[in-house]
């Protein structure tokens, strides 16, 4: 652990940037504290997408959040990926870079999924090393997502939440906590949602990520984290429930990537998040 | 770099989600097996989504049922192995190509889509004007426009086309509603994909222009161009006229921007 960065607390309310509402972006004063935005598509060389990412940048605090980093894989990270991040890194300047607790591709091919680590210690070695490649590459600590998963792994030695708190001690790094990826796991894997924001070691929480998920069916018994539709109520009352674990502010926000409505019913759901996040700051 | 075992599993893993009939790791079960079943279909479906997100018009042109079928193909053929979903895009018009045969149409419209995405996305760089162009070629001498090499845009290209690439592309914007045109041109044209500012164009040329540009894109002088232009066994005469025509491209390429600088 090379690096000395700390990440400072940002409370606030956010929105995943999407091409979708790119205008509303540019041209009016979209009532949100941060935009968090899909690294990868903007680690180009030019062109029209990142000058619209630079002039949301001007208005907003950008976070920088990846799918592809693969933090997970047995071996090691791609240089061209993590170069190109940190150009990307240096031309934002945004709030924090995140990435997920998964692995993405092997040497030979990548599933542009994120796909589920086994929770071993052999696992967890190999993703410490990894994050101490990039924290040091990038010269800041960095956010882990926990994924939704869809397996368990019959060599797995110990939970999820004990694998990203062994995770945040030993690499210094700080954990964007999805909640709809809690309710999704626990509801696939049959744990407790209570006893994995109780297992975390919170004080490390800097973000916090609403999704919608497909329901699990009778022919299909597993729910997918599919972020097409609006937050449930399940997961509105976990995230109730998280947020007021915490011990320090933290940014919310929520994912959209398929049937994205316009922007002003995303705002209402902020609103929502917003609600929720002030009752929690209030003194009991 | 990593551990093995874990190099392995995962190794197993993507294999099963890549290849349906591949065997499923030892000690899995039930619920294994069911969560391995959301994983391919992830796989293939984000495969198909991004395949679809940039050959929308070749996907409008073929239908749905035909390029999912394509692009399943592609999928399995060409795994992906870049970190960046879209690089699955690559060879996707040899795809079409294969499964297209008998429309030669499919390939070039998807190569022209993919050749969009690539300038789009390429390093923003001020194009040379005529005057700076003048200026760095006023003391030039007949053996240094011989040897001299362009700079293109970054991602530009050029290359032969059979297909009505200009009609189709309109009548396969998302909301045309219009008569489809011709697919296939009575004679074979030229097409160079460029930037326009900030945003991905092309224009047809003639076949000899787009061969010119082509090879000076990657690296030939301008007197092997000229060369290019005059044919097999040139007399004197094809190659003054080729040393004319070579000076309308350098022209028109000057005046649409594609030129960035330039090498003696």
Excluded at chain 1, 27 to 52: A, C, H, W
Aim: hydrophobic share 40%; charged share 25%; net charge negative.
């Amino acid at each position: 652990m090379e690096h000395q960065h700390s990440i400072a607390p940002f409370g606030g309310i956010g929105l995943g940037l999407r091409r979708t509402h790119y205008e509303d972006f540019l041209e009016t004063d979209v009532p949100v504290d941060f935009v968090e935005v899909i690294s990868e598509n903007y680690m180009i060389e030019g062109g029209k997408q990142l000058r619209i990412l630079e002039e949301v940048r001007a208005k907003h605090p950008v976070i920088l959040h990846g799918v592809s980093m693969s933090i997970g894989s047995a071996g090691g990270l791609d240089s061209d990926h993590l170069g190109k991040l940190k150009l990307l890194e240096q031309r934002i300047d945004p709030l924090w870079v995140s990435d997920h607790l998964c692995w993405t591709r092997t040497s030979a091919h990548n599933s542009h999924d994120l796909l589920p680590m086994p929770l071993t210690e052999e696992a967890l070695s190999a993703v410490c090393a990894n994050i101490d490649h990039a924290q040091n590459a990038l010269g800041r600590a960095m956010l882990f997502e926990n994924p939704s998963s869809y397996l368990t792994f019959p060599e797995d030695e110990m939970s999820e939440w004990e694998f990203l708190s062994e995770m945040t001690r030993r690499t210094g790094c700080y954990l964007l906590l999805d909640v709809n990826n809690i309710y999704v796991s626990a509801r696939n894997h049959g744990f407790s949602a209570d006893d994995y924001l109780a297992g975390l070691p919170l004080d490390r929480v800097r973000q916090i990520h609403l999704a919608g998920h497909d329901p699990a069916t009778k022919e299909r018994p597993v729910i997918i984290d599919t972020h097409d539709r609006a937050v449930v109520d399940g997961v509105w009352d976990l995230y109730a429930k998280a947020i007021a674990m915490l011990p320090q502010p933290v940014a919310t926000m929520i994912e959209r990537d398929e049937d994205i409505p316009p922007l002003p019913e995303l705002l209402t759901e902020l609103d929502r998040a917003r609600g929720i996040a002030n009752e929690a700051m209030v003194p009991a | 770099m990593g551990d093995q075992t874990l190099a392995k599993r995962q190794a197993a893993f993507l294999r099963s989600v890549l290849d349906e009939s591949a065997p499923l790791p030892e000690g899995w079960g039930n619920s294994q097996t069911v969560g391995m079943s959301v994983y391919r279909g992830n796989y293939r479906s984000a495969l198909v989504g991004a395949l679809e997100s940039t050959f929308e018009r070749t996907a409008r042109y073929v239908g749905e049922g035909p390029f999912k079928q394509v692009s399943a193909h592609h999928a399995i053929a060409h795994p992906p192995s870049g970190w960046t979903i879209e690089e699955a895009g690559a060879g996707f018009d040899a795809t079409c190509a294969e499964l297209f045969a008998n429309n030669p149409e499919v390939a070039e419209l998807a190569w022209l889509e993919w050749a969009m995405l690539k300038v789009s996305r390429a390093p923003d760089i001020q194009p040379f004007g005529a005057t700076e162009f003048g200026e760095a070629t006023a003391e030039f001498g007949d053996k240094d426009w011989m040897g001299l090499k362009l700079e293109f845009q970054p991602r530009a290209e050029a290359r032969e086309v059979k297909a009505n690439l200009s009609g189709l592309w309109s009548a396969l914007e998302e909301g045309a509603d219009g008569d489809r045109p011709a697919s296939l041109l009575d004679q074979p044209k030229g097409c160079i994909v460029s930037r326009e500012g900030e945003l991905p164009t092309f224009q047809m040329v003639t076949p000899e222009a787009a061969h010119a540009f082509d090879a000076m894109q990657k690296g030939a002088a301008y007197g092997e161009a000229i060369m290019l232009l005059a044919g097999e066994n040139p007399d004197a005469e094809k190659i003054q006229q080729a040393a004319v025509q070579a000076g309308g491209m350098l022209g028109e390429w000057l005046n649409e921007g594609l030129i960035v600088g330039v090498r003696a």
